[in-house]
């Protein structure tokens, strides 16, 4: 069991499905993406950087970079996700 497993088990089954949804779009798009905690958070990182944060609040999650809010009713579209983990793994790469 991962950090990130630990963090998810805690939550409420809405927002553990988006967040483990989340995980899954990021894992897709870099594979060898680490999980680690970091600032409190599940973080996913790449080469040693961090690829991208997400967490659940009382009302809202958020994924980081970029503070995106949004709840298990307004999920942030897939697209969306993997453009943002996109960008950020070319800032990485190029670094």
Same mark, same amino acid.
């Given at each position: =069991?991962?950090?990130?497993?630990?963090?998810?088990?805690?939550? &409420?089954?809405?927002?553990?499905?988006?967040?483990?949804?989340?995980?899954?779009?990021?894992?897709?798009?870099? &594979?060898?993406?680490?999980?680690?905690?970091?600032?409190? =958070?599940?973080?996913?990182?790449?080469?040693?950087?961090?690829?991208?944060?997400?967490?659940?609040?009382?009302?809202? =999650?958020?994924?980081? &970079?970029?503070?995106?809010?949004?709840?298990?009713?307004?999920?942030? &579209?897939?697209?969306?996700?993997?453009?943002?983990?996109?960008?950020?793994?070319?800032?990485?790469?190029?670094?």
């Amino acid at each position: =069991m991962s950090v990130i497993d630990d963090y998810l088990e805690g939550l &409420p089954e809405p927002q553990r499905v988006e967040l483990a949804r989340i995980r899954d779009i990021v894992k897709r798009v870099v &594979p060898d993406a680490q999980e680690v905690l970091a600032y409190r =958070m599940p973080t996913l990182s790449y080469a040693g950087k961090y690829l991208i944060h997400f967490a659940a609040f009382r009302k809202h =999650m958020s994924i980081f &970079p970029g503070t995106i809010r949004f709840t298990p009713d307004t999920p942030v &579209p897939e697209p969306v996700i993997e453009a943002i983990v996109r960008k950020r793994l070319a800032e990485i790469v190029e670094a």
